[in-house]
């Protein structure tokens, strides 16, 4: 099984200030043929179902603004909220999906410094 | 819009079955897998598995943690997935949601395993 590992578990930032989560792999999730990274990453609030923010690594999906972003490739990668806002407070978890059994990080809480 | 809405958790004793469904709207559903996905109370995310759909023959995997025990299905001609599960333990506590591709999840129903 793929492995997935973030950090940090937690991270308190300050009001439009960035946050900056990294999620690593225990093997490469980039898949040669179509050059695509299996990698998602989703925000839960609490209470409420995970809701995707990026695919193949560093596509916005629609309707997430655009201070959310993602890149990286292979093993490494990073989720950043360029200018946190108050309903950005919530528990972010990347995941892979580039082979069954699907793996999602532990999670990094985020909060208001 | 798409829709999912799972429903039949509750509080159920150790060793017994409960049927879990992930009612659809919005979506052409016998295209598409879904994928089901626990989060166990103040825990991460754990995937449970997937049904494909009828363009990959309706094709099953399971994840270790429940394989033997837990059975997908679907009817593709009501747009609903189910998830049996069975001789049920006290670790199978968790709020299960199902999802479709990675884009669309259920607000997800609550399983208490609990004697």
């Known amino acids: 099984d793929i492995v997935m590992t973030q950090s940090p578990d937690s991270l308190a930032v300050s009001l439009g200030e960035r946050a900056t989560i990294n999620c690593k792999s225990s093997?490469?999730?980039?898949?040669?043929?179509?050059?695509?990274?299996?990698l998602a990453w989703y925000q839960q609030r609490p209470g409420q179902p995970p809701r995707l923010l990026i695919y193949?690594?560093?596509t916005r999906e629609s309707g997430v603004p655009d201070r959310f972003s993602g890149s990286g490739s292979e093993t490494d990668f990073t989720l950043t909220i360029s200018s946190l806002q108050a309903e950005d407070v919530a528990v972010y978890f990347c995941?892979?999906?580039?082979?069954?059994?699907?793996?999602f990080g532990q999670g990094t809480k985020v909060e208001i410094k | 819009e798409v829709q999912l809405v799972e429903s039949g958790g509750g509080l159920i004793q150790p060793g017994r079955s409960l049927r879990l469904s992930c009612t659809t709207s919005?979506?052409?559903?016998?295209?598409?897998?879904v994928s089901w996905v626990r989060q166990a109370p103040g825990k991460g995310l754990e995937w449970v598995g997937l049904?494909?759909?009828?363009?990959?023959?309706?094709?099953?995997e399971y994840a270790a943690s429940v394989k033997g025990r837990f059975t997908f299905s679907r009817d593709d001609s009501k747009s609903i997935a189910y998830l049996q599960m069975n001789s049920l333990k006290i670790e199978d506590t968790a709020v299960y949601y199902c999802?479709?591709?990675?884009?669309?999840w259920g607000q997800g129903t609550l399983v208490t395993v609990s004697s």
């Open positions: 049904i494909r759909g009828k363009a990959y023959g309706g094709t099953t």
């Open positions: 995941q892979q999906y580039y082979n069954t059994p699907w793996t």
């Open positions: 919005g979506v052409t559903f016998g295209d598409y897998g």
């Open positions: 093997q490469s999730v980039l898949y040669i043929s179509n050059n695509k990274n299996y």
């Open positions: 193949w690594a560093s």
């Open positions: 999802t479709i591709q990675i884009d669309y």
